[in-house]
């Protein structure tokens, strides 16, 4: 069975300044897709980033990007320029490619940011 | 993006009754929709996988009988949850994916927040 892991349940950083959230995870597929959401205070999910394993680029939306080591079986998120909205549950999640969109959770990590 | 809503967004009711909570999706049509559940400061488990027209798949440990799944339109699911207990209370999540894009993007509810009293 697939599984996700995070490792860190709180962060800190200040902000203006870049912090890095880690997750692994454990899977016998080839084929899937990683994502991190955000949970902020209001509880709805909002999805950050999305990765596809085939992909050997890295995903980067603006402010966010991950390092994708598949064969570490690794998924961090990095968060540049922090800003006082970032602060929230941060979940990372996993998806095989087939599987009709089930969704499989971290732990998450709460990051808070300090001004 | 794609909008999915809820209702209702929070939900007060006596031990021993039902609850029926409402997704659905308002731009898009859902062939498949998921149910999750998620205590405080806590991940989101999956509890169940709601397919238009036919019966749910339901993860495991997850009760069929007490979590009623109803999928009954592209648009609409619902979870009734039955002879609600205190254990029950929790932040109910469902997300549904656009229908004929392999469910590449989920898109989420705002959940909803069931107290049982």
């Known amino acids: 069975a697939q599984t996700v892991t995070q490792s860190q349940p709180e962060m800190s950083v200040q902000e203006a300044e870049t912090v890095t959230l880690s997750c692994t995870y454990d899977?016998?597929?080839?084929?899937?897709?990683l994502f991190w959401y955000k949970q902020p205070p209001s509880r709805q999910m909002i999805l950050v980033i999305r990765?596809?394993?085939?992909?050997?680029q890295n995903a980067t939306e603006n402010r966010f990007s991950v390092n994708f080591q598949k064969a570490a079986k690794s998924f961090s998120l990095k968060i540049s320029d922090s800003q006082l909205g970032d602060a929230a549950m941060y979940f990372c999640?996993?998806?095989?490619?087939?599987?009709?969109?089930?969704?499989?959770f971290g732990q998450g990590t709460e990051l808070s940011v300090k001004p | 993006g794609a909008v999915v809503s809820q209702h209702p967004s929070r939900v007060i009711c006596k031990s021993g009754t039902s609850v029926k909570i409402e997704c659905r999706s308002l731009?898009?049509?859902?062939?498949?929709m998921f149910w999750y559940r998620q205590f405080p400061k806590k991940s989101l488990m999956l509890m169940a996988t709601?397919?238009?027209?036919?019966?749910?798949?339901?993860e495991q440990g997850v009760e069929k009988d007490k979590f009623l799944i109803n999928h009954a339109s592209l648009t609409l699911s619902t979870l009734t949850v039955t002879s609600a207990h205190p254990e029950d209370s929790s932040f109910y999540i469902c997300?549904?994916?656009?229908?004929?894009?392999?469910?590449?993007?989920?898109?989420f509810g705002p959940g909803t927040r069931l107290t049982v009293l």
């Open positions: 731009d898009f049509q859902a062939t498949t």
């Open positions: 709601s397919n238009e027209g036919s019966k749910a798949t339901y």
């Open positions: 990765q596809e394993a085939y992909k050997q």
């Open positions: 899977t016998s597929e080839s084929d899937y897709y």
């Open positions: 997300s549904a994916g656009e229908s004929g894009r392999r469910l590449d993007t989920q898109y």
């Open positions: 999640a996993y998806r095989r490619y087939n599987q009709g969109g089930k969704l499989i």
